[in-house]
T-cell receptor, first 111, second 114 residues
């Protein structure tokens, strides 16, 4: 049973526009969430995180929004750049040192 | 640069022949993790070490073992690989004592079973 879900396997966006990647989770006890970016032939790299005591966290072009009542989080990338083309994984901390990942969304930013 | 290094990047083994994947880190992180990722699936945590304390996930098959001889190195041993064990294996580390820290990943080892 998938506790962290990324229902969109892929997304295409024009350069300069906003990219919105979505993630849903099932366990209301999760209280820390992360986004990772993965390029081909490389491991995932940390992008941004959010604690459940916040509903928004921003880092440059990247903003993560958390809606606890809906058990939903989203990653906004503004403006999108071709170098942002990658697979994005959402993850939740499900216990001490236990990170639960979604299946990823492949973002393609079109020049 | 401090990093997590996995060797080899690609490993081919025969059905039933034991195989060992290795991971080293220069970050001096006390927690090390092994994940299995199959095509189009989420990375799945197999186990983690907090220092020398080994923590196995409940659904990790007995066929998978791990060793951590020191802070820098961690090994994944697959005793009798089956076709279903073909996957990308990712090693990650995180900083001791601060649970809410992101993990640092290696580039993975892709394991093929003949």
């Amino acid at each position: 049973d998938q506790q962290v879900k990324q229902n969109s396997p892929s997304l295409s966006v024009q350069e300069g526009r906003i990219s919105i990647l979505n993630c849903d989770y099932t366990n209301s006890m999760f209280d820390y969430f992360l986004w990772y970016k993965k390029y081909p032939a490389e491991g995932p790299t940390f992008l941004i995180s959010i604690s459940s005591i916040k509903d928004k966290n921003e880092d440059g072009r990247f903003t993560v929004f958390l809606n606890k009542s809906a058990k939903h989080l989203s990653l906004h990338i503004v403006p999108s750049q071709p170098g942002d083309s990658a697979v994005y994984f959402c993850a939740a901390l499900g216990g001490t040192y236990k990170y639960i990942f979604g299946t990823g969304t492949r973002l393609k930013v079109l020049a | 640069d401090a990093m997590v290094i996995q060797n080899p990047r690609y490993q081919v083994t025969q059905f039933g022949k034991p195989v060992t994947l290795s991971c080293s880190q220069t970050l001096n992180h006390n927690v090390m993790y092994w994940y299995q990722q199959k095509s189009s699936q989420a990375p799945k945590l197999l186990f983690h070490y907090y220092d020398k304390d080994f923590n196995n996930e409940a659904d990790t098959p007995d066929n998978f073992q791990s060793r951590r001889p020191n802070t820098s190195f961690c090994f994944l041993d697959i005793r009798s690989p089956g076709l279903g064990d073909a996957a990308m294996y990712l090693c990650a580390t995180s900083r001791e004592g601060q649970v809410r820290q992101p993990q640092h990943f290696g580039d993975g080892t892709r394991l093929s079973i003949l």
